[in-house]
Each structure stands twice: as structure tokens, then as C-alpha cells.
């Protein structure tokens, strides 16, 4: 038997007027997720546990079975991880986003500094290690916006608020607070003059484009203990994402990270070679998690366009290819669904349960024929809380 999760990050929402009353999942065409239902078993599933921040790093540990509850320190360190960055025990690391502040550093313009491509910011990074890092820092380069600040022998109590949370917001009220949050600000604060005037920030505006002006610390934590899931579930499994989050949980969990060139996080990701990849991986694992990031992206620019066309291209472009393949291979069990919503309406995330789809072998069809937020009125399985999802998926439960 082999298993395949596709994860559509972000990617139910709320009912919109500006769609007479649906959501993107019921406006955009989505064949293979609606077969899924209609010959498997449609469901919802609550990923976040109360008390809990409904990030992807919570949400997709759920997902993947594991209690955030005994065992999550924070995001960031998830991220190190992926990135190759050894922490130490007393190590904090710090998500250190590249934003876009307006030009007197008062409003959170862009969460991603207009999704800056990669050799740009790693330049920006370089230039920031070079004058601001020191003894007691340093900054790592990662992929577009997303990079990683280490505080060595670090204070983790901040309360840090996420950029993506804070859109067109000023940001007086949302920088870090708590015992350990000066230097944090401090550091922020340092960031503005240096990265202003850099000649990759003017080309930029020279050019139209949003300026990374800003650097953004969230998501702090230390280093985590994960059970092996192999030891919790007895499978093998491999992981394809375009984000370090995904690919640290990935290690932190024993399964093996794939990444897939021209994979973006953003509406022009390569869904092709995420499906040939998932399908190659299977010869190797028993389980593949295949992981896009894209409708959530399009959720927390409001892009309803954007949302509609990353569910579309989820459906068409990954879902059919790797469901084709499936069938062709002998016995197989697959689940569809988001790790939490990120509603148009309020570009962020929330806390909401979100509608799965399973199918395959030993799966007995329920009488659902759409892949929607319906399901989670008419969907005849729930996992609440969702970590019980993944003995089912495997026939365990």
C-alpha cells in the first residue's frame, strides 16, 4: 500500500459576496478533489488545537499526526533545520522576513517585499551580517523573503506577531514585547537605515517594485525533540515543499526533504515536477506529503484571482497526474485538504476546521460528490482533534 497527502496550504476560506455567498474552493474547477469525494469518503478535520496559534508549522504537525502540545517549541527552529543551521541548546532562532515598511517605516506595506527572488535578498542578508551581525547573532540566507536570525545563547521570551498578520497595519503596536524584546527591536530598528538606500532596494524602485526595507523577527523557538514517524507509524516517508518550514519538519521527522527546481512557494511554483517527484518518491517510501504553499500566499495578498487559479492548478496540474499514476501501481489510499484556512477577507490565518478528501483502496464512498467547505456540514468522517487523521489514512485506526 503506499500514501499519498496533498496539501493545499491555506486553501479553504469563508463564504464571499463578491461570489454571491461561495468560496473559492466552490467557484474553482476541481474534477479530481470532487472524484476524490465522490468515490471516497468527504470529512473536516480541526488541525490547530485550542490555544494554539494557527500557523502551517502547528496545522501540519497535526496533519502528520504529531501533538504540538508535547512537543513544539516554536517555527523557526523547524526552519533552521531545513536550512542546514546546527542550534544549540540554548539557542533561539527568529524568522527574519524581508518586508516592505512605507517609506517612514510606519506601515506594514508587504509581508514579502513583493516576493523578492532569492539572489536578491541573499545579497541584502550578506549586507546585513556584515553590519549588524556580531557575537551574539547571525543571519541566514533562505528562499525569496523567508530567511533565519540565530541568537546565540538567546532569550526566547518574546511575544513576537506575525508580518503576514499585520498587512497595511502600522506597526508601532505589533513589534515584539516581553522580557527578552529589546534587542529584537533594537535589531529591527538597525535594519531600516542600512537596507533603505542599498543599491538591490533602489534598482528595485527604479523598477516599480517594493522595496525590502525592513527586516521582520517572528516565529522564535529552540531546538525540538520529534519521534521519528517511522518509530510512530511504521512507515517510511518523504516530504516535497518549496519552503524551509515544510522540508524542517521533514528532518526533524525522519522523512526525506525532495526539493523540485522551479519549486517557488508562489502562484508560478512548478506542480509538474512536484508530481513527478512525489511519483518517483513512492518507489522509494511508502508515504509522500506533498506540500503547496501557493493559495495561501494568494490568501494573504487578498488575491481571490490568485486563490482560485492556485486551487485550480493544485487540482489539475498535481492532483490528476499523481492520482493516474496511483491507479496504475496497485493498492493506495490518498487525502486532500489545507492545513488551516487563510481567508481572502482577512488575508491571514484562522483556526477554522477544513474539509478533507479521502480515497482509494478500502475506502467505502459516503454519498458526497463535491470537494468544498460543505463538507464540513455534510461530511460523514471527522478528526477532532486532526491528529487522529493520520492512523486512519494509514489503516491503523
Known amino acids: 500500500m503506499k500514501f499519498v497527502i496533498f496539501l493545499g496550504d491555506g486553501m479553504s476560506d469563508r463564504p464571499m459576496a463578491e461570489l454571491d455567498g461561495r468560496t473559492p474552493l466552490m467557484v474553482a474547477r476541481t474534477p479530481n478533489l470532487d472524484r476524490m469525494v465522490r468515490d471516497g469518503v468527504g470529512g473536516w478535520s480541526r488541525n490547530t488545537p485550542a490555544g494554539f496559534y494557527p500557523g502551517s508549522d502547528v496545522a501540519n504537525l497535526g496533519v502528520l499526526g504529531y501533538d504540538v502540545a508535547q512537543s513544539y517549541t516554536g517555527r523557526s527552529p523547524l526552519e533552521a533545520a531545513a536550512m542546514g543551521v546546527v542550534l544549540g541548546e540554548r539557542d533561539v532562532a527568529f524568522r527574519c522576513n524581508l518586508v516592505s515598511l512605507s517609506p517612514d517605516c510606519t506601515v506594514m506595506e508587504d509581508f514579502s517585499a513583493g516576493h ?5 535578498a541573499a545579497e541584502l542578508i550578506d549586507y546585513l551580517n556584515q553590519n549588524l551581525a556580531s557575537g551574539w547573532c547571525q543571519f541566514y540566507p533562505g528562499v525569496s523573503y ?24 502600522t506597526i508601532q503596536e505589533h513589534l515584539p514585547t516581553g522580557l527578552n524584546a529589546a534587542p529584537v527591536v533594537q535589531l529591527m530598528r538597525a535594519s531600516w537605515p542600512l537596507l533603505a538606500d542599498h543599491p538591490v532596494n533602489r534598482a528595485r524602485q527604479e523598477r516599480g517594485e517594493k522595496p525590502a526595507n525592513s527586516i521582520w523577527l517572528w516565529g522564535q523557538g529552540k531546538k525540538p525533540e520529534l519521534e521519528q514517524f517511522q518509530d510512530r507509524f511504521g512507515y517510511s516517508g518523504g516530504m516535497i515543499s518549496a519552503v524551509d518550514l515544510m522540508r524542517g519538519i521533514a528532518l526533524h521527522i525522519g522523512f526525506e526533504p525532495i526539493q523540485v527546481p522551479g519549486a517557488t512557494g508562489w502562484i508560478d511554483t512548478n506542480y509538474e515536477g512536484k508530481a513527478r517527484a512525489c511519483i518517483e518518491g513512492l518507489t522509494r517510501h511508502d508515504l509522500m506529503f506533498v506540500h503547496v504553499e501557493s493559495p495561501d500566499e494568494a490568501g494573504h495578498a ?11 492548478d493544485f487540482d489539475r496540474r498535481l492532483v490528476g497526474p499523481v492520482l493516474a499514476a496511483l491507479a496504475a501501481q496497485g493498492d493506495f489510499r490518498a487525502i486532500a485538504l489545507p492545513d488551516h484556512p487563510t481567508p481572502i477577507a482577512i488575508r491571514t490565518h484562522n483556526a477554522d476546521p477544513v474539509p478533507f478528501a479521502l480515497y482509494g483502496t478500502g475506502i467505502v464512498p459516503d454519498g458526497n460528490t463535491a470537494y468544498d467547505e460543505r463538507l464540513l456540514e455534510t461530511g460523514s468522517l471527522v478528526f477532532d482533534p486532526g491528529t487522529r487523521m493520520m492512523r486512519t489514512l494509514l489503516g491503523l485506526a
Not at 523578492?116 to 536578491?120: G, L
Not at 487578498?302 to 485550480?312: P, V, W
Open 146 to 169: 523567508r530567511h533565519l536570525l540565530v541568537w546565540r545563547d538567546g532569550g526566547s521570551a518574546v511575544h513576537c506577531v506575525a508580518p503576514h498578520d499585520i498587512a497595511d497595519q
Open 302 to 312: 487578498g488575491r481571490l484571482d490568485y486563490k482560485i487559479q492556485a486551487i485550480e
Open 116 to 120: 523578492i527572488p532569492t539572489d536578491q
